[in-house]
């Protein structure tokens, strides 16, 4: 497996800084690294480097909850208030009835992108949550729809805190990273100096991110752990023994993987790759006829792909620092998974080559974090993107670009951007923009 070449060669190819690859197959460990970690620095990209692993945080945090549940201390299906009384949001009903399996599998309802900064103490979790009582809109009625929910994953943070007596980073120590023996992976900004950490590049010209780590109070759902590729193996190896990490020590109890891949809410499916479902705290794929689960995660410049083949036995993890991430991934990812479990990746969607009919939508469609304006043009739509609130603070800048009928309620951008073509699907006759998260009409 030439793994060196062929991420030198797609990292030149497609503008990227550096990256990482780390696979798992037939029993052994093949890494590969490339480019430098920080433009500004030139420090060279190493196979141990640790990049930021965003969201691929959320399977950690739902490992956790799935102990307290092996222990009889929670029930997946009983409301979160049961163990989190100060749990709220603006819909007095929502907040009282919204269950630990609905935060799991992002069908709490409620607005997910909640990047407040409440400080770097131990209590900033807790502080997101109170904030969340009076500034949390309910999207859509808890389990009717999915709809990617951090803020979710930040209360599952609280209450597996408040459960075990401790921070989420406590315990997420105790409990998975010192029984798996991680070794590369910090869970604070100031522990990165321990390692050799990646930082987000932005834009053609390789520009670092103006934002070095998002506030604390998202950790669990992602904002601040990073990790080196070869410890996303090491958790994936883990659930492919069933609990077991490599030494023998139970992390997870006997089932727990097996419980986390059942399908808990169908997922519009946007494209042939997209998963169809969301398990609890994996995304379900099904690629060439055989099931994959995995997690994709990212920060303002940082980009991580985890994939999990459970009947081949092979775990792939990358890691990507800036340009176009998407591009790289579709030159290393599927030639990669090819020839470890013989699996062909489905492409991602492209326009299509004859025009489809499909009716008008436009609108204004509004998340915390984002504006859409979409207007009718030529047989499609312009989309335009117009950052709100934290996502000014991240740098974004407001994008327009065009759209095509790609069939039923989806529509593809005509350009790429960021190496893939973007695709967004209009539910419920136009009432929610679901790019992954169902953004309501205003």
């Known amino acids: 497996m030439d793994l060196q070449a062929r991420l030198d060669e797609a990292a030149r190819r497609h503008g990227v800084p550096g990256a990482v690859i780390a696979v798992s197959a037939g029993g052994e460990l093949f890494e590969a690294a490339t480019g430098v970690v920080n433009r500004n620095t030139g420090v060279e990209a190493t196979p141990d480097s640790v990049f930021q692993i965003g969201s691929v945080t959320k399977t950690w945090t739902a490992s956790l909850v799935l102990q307290l549940v092996a222990e009889g201390r929670v029930e997946l299906d009983v409301p979160v208030r049961r163990y989190l009384p100060e749990f709220g949001v603006i819909d007095r009903a929502a907040s009282e009835t919204v ?71 406590s315990v997420l120590r105790e409990r998975m990273i010192e029984p798996l023996g991680v070794t590369q992976m910090a869970l604070y900004g100031e522990e990165t100096a321990m390692f050799r950490a990646a930082v987000g590049h932005l834009g053609d010209g390789w520009k670092v991110a103006p ?9 669990p759902a992602g904002s601040t752990p990073a990790a080196a590729p070869r410890e996303l193996v090491r958790l994936g190896r883990m659930f492919l023994a069933d609990g077991l990490a490599e030494d023998g020590t139970r992390v997870l109890p006997s089932g727990t993987f097996a419980a986390m891949r059942e399908p808990q809410v169908a997922t519009p499916v946007l494209s042939g790759r997209s998963n169809h479902h969301w398990g609890l705290g994996f995304m379900l794929f099904t ?31 990358l890691s990507v620092n800036g340009g176009a991430a998407d591009a790289l991934f579709d030159d290393v990812f599927p030639a990669v998974l090819a020839e470890t479990t013989g699996l062909r990746m489905p ?21 915390p974090v984002e504006r859409y304006e979409v207007t009718g043009i030529d047989g499609g739509l312009t989309i335009t993107t117009i950052p709100r609130g934290a996502a000014i603070r991240f740098g974004e800048q407001p994008a327009s670009a065009r759209f095509v009928p790609l ?36």
């Open 211 to 219: 934002l070095s780590q998002l506030p604390r109070a998202n950790a």
């Open 99 to 169: 269950t630990v399996r609905q935060l799991l599998s992002h069908t709490g309802g409620f607005d997910g992108d909640l990047f407040e900064d409440t400080g770097r103490g131990d209590d900033a979790v807790g502080k997101l949550v109170a904030w969340m009582r009076t500034n949390a809109r309910q999207v859509h009625p808890p389990g009717e729809l999915h709809s990617y929910c951090n803020a979710g994953y930040c209360v599952l943070g609280a209450m597996i805190a408040r459960l075990r007596g401790g921070t989420w980073e």
């Open 287 to 317: 690629w060439d006829g055989t099931d994959v689960v995995g997690h994709d995660g990212g920060t303002p410049g940082q980009t991580t792909y985890w994939r999990i083949v459970p009947g081949r036995d092979v775990v792939i993890a």
């Open 407 to 442: 069939g039923g309620d989806r529509f593809v951008s005509v350009e790429p951007a960021g190496g893939a073509h973007t695709v967004v699907a209009f539910l419920r006759n136009g009432q929610y923009l679901y790019n992954g998260r169902a953004i309501p009409r205003i």
């Open 347 to 367: 492409p991602g969607a492209v326009p299509p080559v004859e025009p489809i009919d499909a009716p008008a939508v436009t609108g204004t469609f509004e998340s």
